[in-house]
């Protein structure tokens, strides 16, 4: 799921090379480096079938592969969707709130079956 930077050194991708349409949604993340268990926060601020953007409170670094949990709401009624991912692209510092938080782009590296459906799940619900 490779995409286009817009720029040199940007960190931002040409939209309309998407493979999966992004939808907006925050939501508490847990991650950890794949060679650490520390665990540390964060948050989503859209998701696909591909990937997230998340706010993390550190700048990490393009290439590192992290393991995820993203915490649907409650009412929904899923467990946590399980994945391990890479950064694509990192940081970009914006706003207020989880907005003052570094951006990441991060793209699905593992995602098995079962936590694929309950991303679909999800991303249906989003929809509408």
Known sequence: MLRKKTGKGSGRFDLKNRKF??????????????????????????????????????ALLEGMKLKIEIFPPDFFGLKPIKAVTQIVWAPARQGEGWKEYLQHGLEFIELDNGNLLKLRRLLRYIEG
């Open 21 to 58: 349409q992004r939808c907006p949604i925050e939501l508490p993340i847990l991650y950890t480096f794949i060679e650490n268990v520390k665990t540390y926060g964060g948050q989503t601020g859209n998701i696909s079938e591909g990937g997230l953007l998340v706010y993390l409170k550190e």
